[in-house]
């Protein structure tokens, strides 16, 4: 798959997972547990292909990203984009709000909650 596609997943998920355990005060007063799906799409009126799921967690000044098998316990929110969208969050080409907007990002759950674990990985 081409660069912003699901090959270069696990090198964004390696990314935030380093920031999240290096950078105390991005998760500073956050304790979230956030379930993001990376999907691909696929014809028009039918739901988008899971290709991956990981967990995030935010504890006061720490954090961690884990690929799982699928959806495990309960979550503040499901996030559920594309590769690029994940990359773009990441690098902070791609503002949260204006990918939920624009549907680049879908959340299921808490949407301040989900800002702000999106604000954490930028």
Do not use: N, W
Not at 50 to 57: D, G, P, S, T
Not at 101 to 106: D, F, G, H
């Amino acid at each position: 798959m081409t660069a912003g596609g699901v090959d270069d997943v696990s090198d964004i998920i390696r990314e935030c997972d380093r920031r999240l355990r290096t950078e105390p005060t991005r998760t500073r007063g956050l304790y979230m547990r956030f379930l993001i799906q990376v999907v691909v799409p696929t014809t028009p009126g039918r739901a988008p292909r899971v290709v991956e799921r990981y967990v995030v967690r935010l504890g006061d000044g720490t954090g961690y990203v884990r690929l799982v098998d699928g959806p495990e316990g309960t979550y503040d929110a499901t996030l559920s984009m594309q590769a690029g969208t994940l990359r773009g969050l990441v690098d902070g080409r791609v503002d949260a709000l204006e990918a939920i907007r624009t549907s680049r990002l879908q959340v299921a759950g808490s949407l301040s909650k989900a800002a702000k674990m999106a604000r954490a990985l930028q």
